[in-house]
């Protein structure tokens, strides 16, 4: 099983960024994803996850408004799309895959997700 993130890179304030989580070997449609990010000398944040069957969604108070999460299951693919970037959005981002449940995300448990994947960097500067 691997999670593939990418998208990352150096952003303005207020500019965008799309960051992409990718599957491989993974049964896509059993799995909630979740976003995870971690800035340095900072402890891990859930910003976002999307459950499978409902395609339930969960934002941190930090990103609600700016940041969805559309998810394609035909591409085994979860997108974190991030609007009016701040510089507290600066962090190396996670993407990682629970098993689905009871219909629902959480990103209140990082140590309950099953798989992750390597970060991709967002750094917001001026």
């Known amino acids: 099983v691997q999670l593939q993130a990418s998208g990352g890179g150096l952003v303005q304030p207020g500019g965008s960024l799309r960051l992409s989580c990718a599957a491989f070997?993974?049964?896509?449609?059993?799995?909630?994803i979740g976003w995870f990010r971690q800035a340095p000398g900072k402890e891990r944040e859930g910003v976002s996850c999307?459950?499978?069957?409902?395609?339930?969604?969960k934002y941190a108070d930090s990103v609600k408004g700016r940041f969805t999460i559309p998810r394609d299951n035909a591409k085994n693919t979860v997108v974190l799309q991030m609007n009016n970037l701040k510089p507290e959005d600066t962090a190396n981002y996670y993407c990682?895959?629970?098993?689905?449940?009871?219909?629902?995300?959480?990103?209140?448990?990082?140590?309950?997700?099953?798989?992750w994947g390597k970060g991709t960097q967002v750094t917001v500067s001026s």
């Open positions: 999307i459950s499978s069957t409902i395609r339930s969604t």
């Open positions: 990682a895959a629970e098993s689905e449940v009871f219909y629902y995300c959480s990103t209140s448990y990082p140590d309950a997700m099953d798989y």
């Open positions: 070997g993974l049964a896509f449609d059993a799995y909630t």
